[in-house]
T-cell receptor
């Protein structure tokens, strides 16, 4: 089965950088996804890592180490609108995805 | 280009009743996955449909069933509703080869 761990809550200041970690144990791996979910809304896709290393997309970057079962999402130049829940998800073979419970990020002025 | 759509937005049912939720995938997508999200938790995988067949299933009882139509749209059926079935039900579409999933706005189900 799959087991995904990420911190429950984090707080950061507007303009700062924050790193949200995710560790996973998996039987079958087909990529690591990060999603953003604002309260009362559906998750929206942020990033996808299938190979080790860093993927950068604007203010957001995501890192993966398959040997360590570890990923992080890096958010730079934080804005108030970045306050949301960030979900780490592992894709398994044949389509099943397992999500963590999310990290609620609060950005303060 | 229409994204993923779901209906209804909200639904209130009584214990023991049955419910059907509907989903239309993003244009060009052929695979639909259903998730249940309880408050404060991440989405839990229910099942995935591709080519009108259930391709993968999570740890949900047989009361949860689904269907995919030739136009790739999908339905989620839940029988004998329990209070614990109250949740946000999310539909996500993707391509069968994997990659990112696009989520619909969800259906908020309340069982009383």
């Amino acid at each position: 089965g799959q087991n995904i761990d990420q911190p429950t809550e984090m707080t950061a200041t507007e303009g700062a950088i924050v790193q949200i970690n995710c560790t996973y144990q998996t039987s079958g791996f087909n990529g690591l996804f990060w999603y953003q979910q604002h309260a009362g809304e559906a998750p929206t896709f942020l990033s996808y890592n299938v190979l080790d290393g860093l993927e950068e997309k604007g203010r957001f970057s995501s890192f993966l180490s398959r040997s360590k079962g570890y990923s992080y999402l890096l958010l730079k130049e934080l804005q108030m609108k970045d306050s949301a829940s960030y979900l780490c998800a592992v894709g398994a073979n044949a389509g099943k995805s397992t999500f963590g419970d999310g990290t609620t990020l609060t950005v303060k002025p | 280009d229409a994204g993923v759509t779901q209906s209804p937005t909200h639904l209130i049912k009584t214990r023991g009743q049955q419910v059907t939720l509907r989903c239309s995938p993003k244009s060009g997508h052929d695979t639909v996955s259903w998730y249940q999200q309880a408050l404060g938790q991440g989405p839990q995988f229910i099942f995935q449909y591709y080519e009108e067949e259930e391709r993968q299933r999570g740890n949900f009882p047989d009361r949860f069933s689904g269907h995919q139509f030739p136009n790739y749209s999908s339905e989620l059926n839940v029988n004998a509703l329990l209070l614990g079935d109250s949740a946000l039900y999310l539909c996500a579409s993707s391509l069968v080869g994997g990659g990112e999933q696009y989520f619909g706005p969800g259906t908020r189900l309340t069982v009383t």
